[in-house]
């Protein structure tokens, strides 16, 4: 299906019956985003809401791929901290970062030693000592079950290419 560009990503996306006849039926689990080329290295993302970023190659403030790979690590185990914690105190200060080391080895270009650092304060009293209690096993969890991205990372997932014309 060749998308007509007036519609939005979400409207392009196909349906079930437009779908070809080998591929399965998308499933609630399946997610998927769309990359547009604006010009030589620079790209939009669209995701299937509509929602865009914009990312390039890494020649001005646009995110560059391993950038966004790392936001997302960030942005994962920040929604399920985030979301355990507040239930017990709303954070006065909540900053996560996340660094890793490039390298090119005889496995190629890839990301090592990937730090995940947790910044973050509650308040004083019940609520925000009880959050603060929490916080390293929500972490763990986060970490050894909770966030996709990062156990994607850590578990590794088959990447398979395929060339449409």
């Known amino acids: 299906m060749i998308p007509d560009r ?7 996306m196909p349906t079930d019956q437009e779908r070809p006849a080998e591929l399965p039926p998308e499933k609630p689990s399946h997610r998927s985003i769309r990359l547009d080329r604006r010009d030589k290295g620079h790209y939009t ?12 190659s890494g020649n001005n403030t646009e995110f560059t791929p391993v950038e966004l790979l790392l936001a997302a690590i960030a942005g994962c185990t ?13 954070p006065e200060s909540f900053v996560v970062e996340v660094g890793a080391e490039k390298v ?10 990937i730090v995940v650092t947790f910044r973050i304060a509650y308040p004083e009293g019940e ?37 449409e014309q």
């Open 6 to 12: 007036s519609e939005s990503y979400a409207e392009r």
């Open 45 to 56: 993302v669209t995701n299937v809401r509509g929602g865009t970023i914009p990312i390039s």
């Open 78 to 90: 920040s929604v399920d901290v985030d979301h355990l914690t507040a239930r017990r105190a709303e």
């Open 104 to 113: 090119a080895d005889e496995q190629g270009n890839h990301l090592t030693d």
């Open 127 to 163: 609520g925000g000592d009880a959050a603060r209690a929490v916080l390293p096993d929500i972490v763990t969890k986060s970490h050894d079950r909770l966030c996709t991205v990062s156990r994607t990372v850590e578990l590794g997932a088959h990447v398979s290419t395929v060339i």
